[in-house]
């Protein structure tokens, strides 16, 4: 499996971000895309999630209220809507999925097998 983000980059304070992850080489019909960020210094954190299956999704305990995540099964690509950008949102956000995996939930799952190379948000205040 191949993922690639894109959409990351320099955004001001209160500002909206929409990162994409196309995926690819997935052996099953169904799968399930998840972002997870690093911000310096801290450790990796989920964000989001979603089920290609039906569009069912999660999010990560710091993640809800400004964050979005979608899915266009057709593209095999999964969106990151971000609003209200903070400092503290700066972070490489990374794209992670499985092939197989017909559910969303942190609390059960979050050891991703394939990962994408991450791309940089940076909010400035």
């Known amino acids: 499996v191949q993922l690639v983000e894109s959409g990351g980059g320099l955004v001001p304070a209160g500002g909206s971000l929409t990162l994409a992850c196309a995926a690819s080489g997935f052996a099953y019909d169904e799968y399930a895309i998840a972002w997870f960020r690093q911000a310096p210094g801290k450790e990796r954190e989920p964000i989001s999630c979603?089920?290609?299956?039906?569009?069912?999704?999660d999010y990560g305990a710091s993640a809800k209220g400004r964050f979005t995540t979608t899915i266009d099964k057709a593209k095999k690509t999964a969106y990151l809507q971000i609003s209200g950008l903070q400092p503290e949102d700066t972070a490489i956000y990374y794209c992670?999925?499985?092939?197989?995996?017909?559910?969303?939930?942190?609390?059960?799952?979050?050891?991703?097998?394939?990962w994408g190379r991450g791309i940089q948000v940076t909010v400035s205040s």
């Open positions: 992670a999925a499985d092939g197989g995996l017909y559910y969303c939930d942190f609390a059960i799952y979050r050891d991703f097998s394939s």
């Open positions: 979603v089920a290609s299956i039906d569009g069912t999704t």
